[in-house]
């Protein structure tokens, strides 16, 4: 069996100020066909795992173009365009192909594109006819369309946020779209508009319950896979919201059934589920009240992985302006600030202008007395198995030990060697302050005598009663008190094969 595959993953915020270009891909790599050999620890990593699994049942994979950008505004429509035309031309180049498997976001949008998934599986449709299945795997983050789902046989999006599970789900994507190519099932799915926007963390109560829930409907009863796309909030386009979808084995009666009644258990637990978020003045308080290790503080608004500039000023001003002292915060993207730390060179003691330069997001400047620590040519951390590039970054101090690091790539902070690769001993530490909304969670919890996720004014505001869409419907929960009218869950479920 001949199975092609490409990737192509970038997360849009329609509200960022920035768009994303042609170098916000390369920042990633952009890989024509070869990701799996040359970055297989990497952004190959999805199509390597997709080698080793069709070898082992005997099966070629054609390997197309794989890039990622960090999410920012809308992906310019050149770039975008050039992207879809190279897999479209990579595959008319393989045919005839038995499958179609592609790793994709799902919150993709570019100039003129709302749906960019949606509109490159409508266009590999066409090329590959009704009969060769397309399988597709998401981050929980998308907008689960209706263009995306007509055109797409199959397709899953993580369990967990943070997502520890893109792995476990890829190869389900591969075992089903393998098993309907071979005609052992054919799958049909049904979908639920919860007409909610929120976040929802896997890792804790009730959603961890609700995760098992999901999982234990699989595989029986002719269920094939069960998901829920959180949305992502901040992309300002007519499908944005949560979704639950359920594939069956030719039962569609089964798949409404299931996605409304998963639907409406969500429903129930929407107070519950809801993250707490604290002001910034709270969460301070709180870490200071207590003993035995550092607390995380994670500066939400402010995360790179949904397009936020990631050198807000908000936190670290009140840390200065109340002296709190034995504090760790990263990472801040500020290209001039590392660059005026490498000429200083380490152990020189300065005047460092810090954060505050991308926008109205990120608050003003401040200008800090500090002494520059460290500095680290090719800095990294690391996110799962992978290595996640920082470049060229700088570690300072403030004379009340609050240890910052500085890069040149805006990237969210995943674990504690973004800190600790400097030299920054966290376990010294009161507070730790991360820039990001939930991927820190994994690497970050076990070292935390507490995880608290704290509201600023920056560009995620987890405020969603009073996002500003235009395009999007209003009526959804939490902005409206029930989005569904009586009865509840009327009209909500579709079908399809």
Same mark, same amino acid.
Request: hydrophobic share 40%; net charge negative.
């Given at each position: 069996?001949?199975?092609?595959?490409?990737?192509?993953?970038?997360?849009?915020?329609?509200?960022?100020?920035?768009?994303?270009?042609?170098?916000?891909?390369?920042?990633?790599?952009?890989?024509?066909?070869?990701?799996?050999?040359?970055?297989?620890?990497?952004?190959?990593?999805?199509?390597?795992?997709?080698?080793?699994?069709?070898?082992?049942?005997?099966?070629?994979?054609?390997?197309?173009?794989?890039?990622?950008?960090?999410?920012?505004?809308?992906?310019?429509?050149?770039?975008?365009?050039?992207?879809?035309?190279?897999?479209?031309?990579?595959?008319?180049?393989?045919?005839?192909?038995?499958?179609?498997?592609?790793?994709?976001?799902?919150?993709?949008?570019?100039?003129?594109?709302?749906?960019?998934?949606?509109?490159?599986?409508?266009?590999?449709?066409?090329?590959?006819?009704?009969?060769?299945?397309?399988?597709?795997?998401?981050?929980?983050?998308?907008?689960?369309?209706?263009?995306?789902?007509?055109?797409?046989?199959?397709?899953?999006?993580?369990?967990?946020?943070?997502? +520890?599970? !893109?792995?476990? &789900? /890829?190869? *389900?994507?591969?075992?089903?779209? =393998? @098993?309907?190519?071979?005609?052992?099932?054919?799958?049909?799915?049904?979908?639920?508009?919860?007409?909610?926007?929120?976040?929802?963390?896997?890792?804790?109560?009730?959603?961890?319950?609700?995760?098992?829930?999901?999982?234990?409907?699989?595989?029986?009863?002719?269920?094939?896979?069960?998901?829920?796309?959180?949305?992502?909030?901040?992309?300002?386009?007519?499908?944005?919201?949560?979704?639950?979808?359920?594939?069956?084995?030719?039962?569609?009666?089964?798949?409404?059934?299931?996605?409304?009644?998963?639907?409406?258990?969500?429903?129930?637990?929407?107070?519950?589920?809801?993250?707490?978020?604290?002001?910034?003045?709270?969460?301070?308080?709180?870490?200071?009240?207590?003993?035995?290790?550092?607390?995380?503080?994670?500066?939400?608004?402010?995360?790179?992985?949904?397009?936020?500039?990631?050198?807000? +000023?908000? !936190?670290?001003? &009140? /840390?200065? *302006?109340?002296?709190?002292?034995? =504090? @760790?915060?990263?990472?801040?993207?500020?290209?001039?600030?590392?660059?005026?730390?490498?000429?200083?060179?380490?152990?020189?003691?300065?005047?460092?202008?810090?954060?505050?330069?991308?926008?109205?997001?990120?608050?003003?400047?401040?200008?800090?007395?500090?002494?520059?620590?460290?500095?680290?040519?090719?800095?990294?951390?690391?996110?799962?198995?992978?290595?996640?590039?920082?470049?060229?970054?700088?570690?300072?101090?403030?004379?009340?030990?609050?240890?910052?690091?500085?890069?040149?790539?805006?990237?969210?902070?995943?674990?504690?060697?973004?800190?600790?690769?400097?030299?920054?001993?966290?376990?010294?530490?009161?507070?730790?302050?991360?820039?990001?909304?939930?991927?820190?969670?994994?690497?970050?919890?076990?070292?935390?005598?507490?995880?608290?996720?704290?509201?600023?004014?920056?560009?995620?505001?987890?405020?969603?009663?009073?996002?500003?869409?235009?395009?999007?419907?209003?009526?959804?929960?939490?902005?409206?008190?029930?989005?569904?009218?009586?009865?509840?869950?009327?009209?909500?479920?579709?079908?399809?094969?």
């Amino acid at each position: 069996m001949k199975i092609f595959t490409a990737t192509l993953i970038t997360e849009t915020n329609t509200f960022a100020p920035s768009p994303t270009g042609l170098g916000g891909y390369e920042a990633f790599g952009i890989y024509h066909g070869d990701a799996s050999k040359v970055a297989p620890d990497g952004l190959g990593m999805g199509v390597a795992e997709l080698r080793s699994l069709a070898a082992a049942q005997g099966h070629e994979i054609v390997e197309s173009l794989s890039t990622m950008a960090q999410p920012a505004g809308r992906t310019v429509q050149r770039v975008y365009e050039s992207f879809r035309e190279e897999i479209l031309a990579d595959l008319r180049a393989a045919l005839p192909v038995d499958a179609v498997l592609l790793i994709l976001h799902g919150a993709m949008i570019a100039e003129h594109y709302d749906d960019c998934e949606g509109d490159l599986l409508q266009a590999v449709r066409a090329l590959v006819g009704d009969e060769v299945p397309i399988g597709v795997e998401l981050d929980l983050h998308c907008h689960f369309t209706e263009q995306m789902q007509r055109n797409a046989n199959i397709i899953i999006c993580y369990k967990e946020y943070p997502h +520890t599970d !893109i792995i476990e &789900r /890829l190869r *389900e994507v591969f075992a089903l779209t =393998v @098993a309907t190519a071979e005609g052992r099932v054919r799958p049909v799915t049904a979908v639920h508009d919860c007409r909610m926007v929120g976040k929802w963390h896997t890792t804790c109560e009730p959603m961890i319950g609700f995760v098992k829930r999901m999982q234990s409907l699989e595989g029986r009863d002719g269920i094939l896979s069960v998901s829920f796309g959180h949305g992502f909030p901040w992309g300002d386009v007519a499908e944005t919201g949560a979704r639950i979808w359920v594939v069956t084995d030719n039962d569609e009666a089964t798949a409404q059934r299931i996605a409304a009644q998963l639907g409406q258990e969500l429903w129930d637990m929407r107070e519950a589920a809801r993250p707490a978020h604290l002001s910034i003045d709270d969460a301070l308080d709180r870490a200071l009240a207590g003993d035995g290790g550092p607390v995380v503080l994670a500066d939400l608004a402010d995360n790179p992985g949904g397009g936020a500039p990631c050198d807000s +000023t908000f !936190i670290l001003r &009140r /840390l200065i *302006e109340r002296g709190i002292a034995d =504090v @760790a915060l990263g990472c801040m993207y500020d290209i001039g600030a590392v660059q005026v730390c490498r000429e200083a060179g380490v152990g020189t003691r300065l005047t460092l202008r810090i954060g505050g330069k991308l926008g109205v997001s990120s608050g003003a400047p401040l200008d800090l007395t500090v002494t520059v620590r460290a500095l680290k040519d090719e800095h990294h951390q690391s996110m799962g198995a992978t290595a996640r590039p920082l470049r060229s970054a700088a570690w300072v101090s403030t004379d009340d030990n609050i240890d910052i690091v500085l890069m040149t790539v805006r990237e969210q902070t995943f674990a504690p060697t973004a800190f600790t690769e400097l030299g920054i001993d966290l376990a010294s530490k009161r507070i730790v302050v991360v820039k990001s909304s939930q991927h820190f969670h994994a690497k970050f919890a076990p070292i935390a005598r507490e995880v608290l996720y704290v509201s600023t004014p920056g560009a995620l505001t987890p405020d969603f009663v009073n996002i500003p869409y235009r395009v999007r419907s209003l009526n959804y929960w939490p902005r409206v008190e029930n989005p569904f009218g009586d009865p509840l869950l009327r009209g909500q479920t579709q079908g399809h094969a």
